[in-house]
């Protein structure tokens, strides 16, 4: 039996490891680097026509490419990310705090940028109402009642960008 535990958790570690190979992530699983897709050197991406759709793709960490799909919102024509910790194991807001250089992906396209965490408490607040109309989350639900934080992304000139 130890011997069967021991081999599921090698899989899995195993299994991770190679996720960090891949372009991106996979799904709902986290990935390495994005690769694919043409980097635009837009000085101030528009975008609401760059094709933000339910998700994006956001690199975090360059030192050690980590890549995840999650929620977009654009809100008075900035970029915005939330990270809600209803998955307490969430670990790439923190290394955006440590690094805000970030890449995002989104319709084929890759962007470099930087993420600036939101705090102000009007923001906060328009921005969960934007998240909840795009995603139809119910005003009451347990998303409503998350701990979220929201991370404004902007566009990062290719001097700022850290080599790969």
Not at 66 to 81: D, E, I, M, Q, R
Request: net charge positive; glycine share 8%; with cysteine.
């Amino acid at each position: 039996m130890a011997g069967c535990v021991a081999l599921l958790a090698l899989a899995a570690l195993s299994g991770l490891f190679l996720l960090r190979l891949h372009d991106g992530p996979l799904g709902p699983l986290p990935g390495g680097v994005l690769v694919a897709g043409p980097l635009s050197e837009e000085p101030r991406p528009h975008w609401e026509g760059a094709g933000i759709g339910d998700t994006i793709e956001l690199e975090v960490r360059p030192r050690a490419p980590w890549s995840v799909t999650t929620w977009a919102v654009v809100y008075a024509g900035n970029l915005y990310v939330a990270a809600d910790f209803l998955n307490p194991v969430k670990r790439w807001p923190y290394f955006v705090l440590e690094d805000p250089a970030v890449e995002v992906r989104a319709a084929g396209r890759r962007y470099r940028c930087s993420a600036t965490r939101v705090e102000d408490p009007s923001l906060v607040a328009a921005l969960r109402e934007a998240f909840a109309r795009k995603y139809r989350l119910s005003p009451d639900g347990l998303a409503a009642h998350a701990r979220v934080w929201f991370f404004r992304l902007e566009a990062r000139p290719a001097a700022q960008t850290p080599a790969r």
